[in-house]
């Protein structure tokens, strides 16, 4: 899939109002944001190139998002048909539904039962994903509680090691674009004594095959001009 713009020019309250619900599908969203990531992931695999990406400055929003987009005010969010969705577990869902595009949810009913429980288990790591970076009250950071839950991907990513380096195998689902953001910004922020891919050969084995595919690649901090961005992130965090 062709990646798409690289750096993107974020929106701020001093930015007019684009066109709005005029028929155009729109990805509201921040590239820094983990939960944005995912959904540009799948906006990329799925070769969604109809969707317009509009990037949002969560740090100085423009006060027409809330106003006439998004009343949550909060991104990733996907103005479609007239509505606007948010939430990016419900979006990765919705896009496979509504959108063309290689499926990103497995077929077979054992590997849906294991998607289903890898999308309620992201709340758990990201808990404790925030406590091992910081976001603690500030409390020091620690990669205590995120050991096990990184265990926990190595035991479901060895489960289905024999037909592919992915969470369910050869091919990309859901799961590995939700995973990957965290894993991605752990390798930066995590104390530089710890790594993730020790003792966790097939976790290391599905972070480099993720760095194979361009549809992620290209959302990368590093690529979309967004390190800064995911530093303030973390500054504000640790206060």
């Known amino acids: 899939?062709?990646?798409?713009?690289?750096?993107?020019?974020?929106?701020d309250s001093k930015s007019?109002?684009?066109p709005l619900f005029d028929g155009t599908t729109r990805l509201y969203y921040f590239p820094a944001s983990p939960a944005s990531q995912c959904v540009q992931i799948a906006l990329n695999y799925k070769g969604l190139d109809e969707i317009e990406c509009v990037p949002i400055n969560i740090f100085d929003k423009?006060?027409?998002?809330?106003?006439?987009?998004?009343?949550?005010?909060?991104?990733?969010?996907?103005?479609?048909?007239?509505?606007?969705?948010?939430?990016s577990l419900d979006l990765l869902v919705y896009l496979d539904q509504e959108f063309g595009g290689p499926t990103i949810t497995p077929t077979e009913e054992e590997k849906k039962e294991a998607t289903?429980?890898?999308?309620?288990?992201r709340d758990s790591f990201?808990?404790?994903w925030t406590k091992a970076l910081g976001f603690n009250n500030g409390a020091p950071a620690t990669v205590i509680d995120v050991a096990p839950m990184l265990d926990h991907l190595e035991n479901v990513l060895k489960k289905y090691a024999n037909e592919g380096p992915f969470f369910f195998g050869?091919?990309?689902?859901?799961?590995?674009?939700?995973?990957?953001p965290f894993l991605e910004r752990a390798d930066i922020s995590f104390p530089s004594n710890y790594d993730c891919?020790?003792?966790?050969?097939?976790?290391?084995?599905?972070?480099?095959?993720?760095?194979t595919i361009d549809a992620y690649t290209s959302t990368k901090l590093e690529n979309t001009g967004s390190m800064d961005h995911w530093w303030a992130i973390m500054r504000l965090a640790k206060k």
Do not use: T
């Not at 891919?197 to 760095?211: T, Y």
């Open 1 to 11: 899939m062709a990646p798409r713009q690289q750096i993107p020019q974020l929106l």
């Open 16 to 18: 007019e109002c684009p």
């Open 62 to 87: 423009p006060p027409w998002y809330k106003e006439k987009v998004y009343h949550v005010g909060k991104v990733p969010a996907l103005e479609h048909n007239g509505k606007v969705k948010g939430e």
């Open 116 to 121: 289903a429980e890898l999308l309620k288990y």
């Open 126 to 128: 990201f808990a404790a």
């Open 170 to 180: 050869k091919s990309v689902s859901m799961v590995d674009m939700i995973y990957i």
């Open 197 to 211: 891919r020790g003792g966790r050969p097939h976790l290391a084995k599905w972070i480099e095959a993720m760095n």
